[in-house]
């Protein structure tokens, strides 16, 4: 299994619900990453979680809150959005967070996310 | 201050066709460079990866050169498809730092016409 799996794909939500992207992976890579995109623009990193512990916080608003439970799973638990966080939301992985040449990021499908 | 820039920003041309995507960075230290394929809303897809000892790299119909004395990169492609229309997207990682604390460029948007 080489994939990175995100669910949902799409999610639209109000500025007062609370809910949550799931990412999940099976190649036995240590590090996971949560990144946002806005349209026409390059991703940005929000979270590095290495070996289950957070490692990275790119100074993400606390509305965002990341979760790893072990090492396949990743989550991002969603609450009190801004339309302005509308964008997709995409999920990486890799061996571990060293920036070695074998070390790539493997990225899942994204979840858009829409904020009313 | 760590930068990757893209160029052309956007190219259409023939199915067919070959084109030439560039990258020039300034990130140091320097540990690899890689091209990602993004199709509209999905992920990006590794297309290469290069160390900085390699000088070219190729994946199918896609061809990757490095110059690290430079700092620049191109992505040739060969034959385009109509599926090669995608964002193209360059990104460069620093030595022994977190793989997610690489630069992205702002990529180069491809159409390919019939």
């Known amino acids: 299994d080489t994939e990175v799996t995100q669910t949902p794909k799409h999610l639209v939500m109000g500025m007062t619900n609370k809910k949550s992207l799931k990412c999940e992976q099976h190649?036995?890579?240590?590090?996971m990453y949560w990144y946002k995109q806005k349209a026409k623009k390059p991703p940005e990193l929000m979270f590095v979680?290495?070996?289950?512990?957070?490692?990275i916080n790119e100074s993400v608003p606390s509305r965002f809150s990341p979760e790893c439970p072990n090492s396949s799973l990743l989550n991002l638990h969603l609450h009190a959005l801004q339309p302005e966080d509308s964008a997709l939301y995409l999920c990486?992985?890799?061996?571990?967070?060293?920036?070695?040449?074998?070390?790539?990021?493997?990225f899942g499908a994204g979840s858009r996310l829409t904020v009313l | 201050k760590n930068q990757v820039e893209q160029s052309p920003q956007s190219l259409i041309i023939l199915e067919g066709k070959n084109c030439t995507l560039q990258c020039n960075y300034t990130v140091s230290p320097f540990s690899n460079l890689r091209w990602y394929k993004q199709d509209t809303g999905r992920g990006p897809v590794s297309l290469t990866i290069m160390t900085f000892s390699e000088n070219t790299k190729s994946n199918g119909r896609y061809t990757a050169t490095l110059d690290a004395d430079t700092k620049q990169s191109s992505l040739h492609i060969t034959a385009s498809q109509l599926s090669d229309s995608a964002s193209y997207i360059c990104?460069?990682?620093?030595?022994?730092?977190?793989?997610?604390?690489?630069?992205f460029g702002d990529g180069t948007t491809l159409t390919v016409k019939p």
């Open positions: 979680y290495s070996y289950e512990k957070l490692s």
């Open positions: 190649m036995g890579h240590r590090a």
């Open positions: 990486a992985s890799s061996q571990d967070t060293s920036g070695s040449g074998a070390n790539v990021l493997t």
């Open positions: 990104v460069v990682s620093p030595d022994y730092t977190n793989a997610g604390k690489s630069t």
